[in-house]
């Protein structure tokens, strides 16, 4: 197809689309002239899913592309491509040291889980501020929500078992951008019907 | 303390204050003089909840404006309180339709949730983001994640339980806010030690 039905099918304007392939955001089209190029539905799929990443992620433009560009490298073990992905992805209070009670609460648990991992700092991070917006999280409630997030994590690690490396490292990255709007708008819902039970 | 003070121990700017004072977020001083007030604590408590909103819950200005409007607002019945946070809390979505797909899972999971909330519509933009992005969430992954937030849920109902209508709306928003940040850094963590165990 050529870009202005690249556009009218994806809904994104032509500019827009010109503007992903200089960034690299979006892959080249098959030459067709010096100045025309085809697309396919390879290309109508990776729009769809820089505007899914942008829109419902709430990324910015320069997060999906690092997204993007992890999706198109190469990798080959589970636990680079989940190091990759995870580092590909946004998250708060990445230059912090983690806190002593975030180790504590990892070994608690019994997780395996890299000193150096990113999210070990997010969560030292987004701990401390629950904690100066007046609503700090209790060591009990911080073990149930663990346990909690456990039983989602076993829903991700299951949903990419059998999948080659490079779709493995998309289900990943999307999944987890894409996955964590869906948690919440399932516990806003799941906390109105326990708020109705619990007191009418 | 003065508004020099304040910037200092609150870390944000006198000008930042001033501007957060002309648009309602932090309420205004004891009046000292024409031009002078003094700050409390209650003051910096403030300040420390629109930078927690804006820095970690990733909140626009707009959006953190009106979940302070949200808690300086009196409310008594705790199902109005917890329609008014969330309505309040910024959502992916909410000009859709609910889909089936979404009124059979609550369904099904016996969830007592009113027909115009909010969540419901959110749920369905959400997850028609994710099939758009070609990593659609299966039914029987959809029920387990649905489990899970439900005992994420109920830790949330039981912070609130016994507490104020005002500190419950606090706490309701606020929570649910900052906590979606906490969750997502535990998800992660606990992606990677399933996936350490899993593939190894």
Known sequence: MQVSELSARSGVTVPTLKYYLREGLLM????????????G???LERVRLIRALIDVGRLSLADAGRIIAAIDSDIESVSDLLGT??????????????????????????????????????????????AR??????PEAL?????ACEDVAAVDVDAVEGLSPSDMLMTVVVG?????PVLSALRRLA??????QRFG
């Not at 080249?28 to 697309?39: F, I, K, M, N, V």
């Not at 906390?191 to 109705?196: A, P």
């Open 28 to 39: 080249p089209g098959e030459p067709t002239s010096a100045t025309r190029a085809t697309y």
């Open 41 to 43: 539905e390879d290309h």
């Open 85 to 130: 992905a995870h580092s590909a992805l946004p998250a708060p209070g990445l230059d912090e040291q983690e806190s002593p009670e975030v180790a504590a609460l990892v070994e608690e648990l019994g997780w395996c889980v890299d000193p150096g991992s990113p999210a070990r700092r997010s969560l030292t991070a987004t701990l401390a501020a629950t």
């Open 133 to 138: 917006a007046g609503v700090p999280v209790t």
């Open 143 to 147: 073990r149930r929500y663990a346990r």
């Open 176 to 180: 987890t951008v894409m996955i964590d």
């Open 191 to 196: 906390q109105e019907h326990l708020s109705v």
